[in-house]
């Protein structure tokens, strides 16, 4: 009993310090991935209207802006950036976050990667919320041979410092502790030992 009490306690905190912003911005919406195709344009100005690809490493260039690491951040927060970087700027100074627009053409940035004791590990796309048993059933779930009590999350931040975050397949299997079940973003990665 002591034992599931602390390790709800443990998954709380977890949970806690992963929804503060230390390792992605908690904003709703999808989070900007490497490989990702976004459409920037500014209203009015013909010159400021394209595609721009994010890089492997989530930075992208744009005109008049220079170049910004997107990775984790929404389209809101990006259009956000981009306004403010251009008021800044001597040929924008009044331009509103209202006449920049930053849309999705292709989430190609959004997968994950399930390692280890799965039936079929690999790197899976996804365009919807994905949480971590979602994540070992596209696996074709556990082995045999997995430890369900110790598989981790490896998750990287903005300034691509890796963490692990602990899962325990067996309590959420059970239908207990189900707020260690949490969402995944692009670049995770889970590993089964």
């Given at each position: ?8 306690l443990?998954?709380v905190?977890?949970v806690t310090?992963?929804?503060t ?33 994010v ?18 951040m ?7 950036k ?14 509103t ?16 990667s399930?390692l280890?004791q799965?039936?079929k590990p ?12 979602q ?10 041979f ?33 707020e260690?079940?949490?969402?995944l ?6 590993v089964?030992?």
């Amino acid at each position: 009993m002591i034992g599931r009490l602390l390790g709800a306690l443990v998954a709380v905190l977890i949970v806690t310090l992963t929804s503060t912003g230390q390792v992605w911005s908690q904003e709703p919406g999808y989070h900007i991935n490497g490989g990702d195709l976004l459409h920037i344009s500014v209203y009015g100005e013909p010159n400021l209207n394209q595609d721009v690809a994010v890089q492997p490493d989530g930075w992208l260039s744009f005109p008049l802006v220079g170049s910004i690491n997107a990775r984790g951040m929404t389209l809101k927060e990006l259009q956000s950036k981009i306004a403010d970087t251009l008021r800044t700027s001597q040929y924008f100074p009044s331009i509103t976050d209202n006449e920049v627009t930053v849309s999705m053409l292709k989430a190609s940035g959004n997968s994950v990667s399930v390692l280890g004791q799965v039936q079929k590990p690999g790197t899976f796309a996804f365009d919807t919320q994905l949480d971590v048993m979602q994540a070992i059933s596209l696996a074709g779930g556990l082995t045999p041979f997995a430890d369900k009590n110790d598989i981790k999350v490896l998750r990287r931040d903005r300034e691509m410092v890796q963490t692990a975050i602990p899962f325990d397949y067996s309590d959420v299997e059970d239908g207990s502790n189900l707020e260690s079940n949490i969402l995944l973003q692009g670049g995770d990665v889970v590993v089964v030992p």
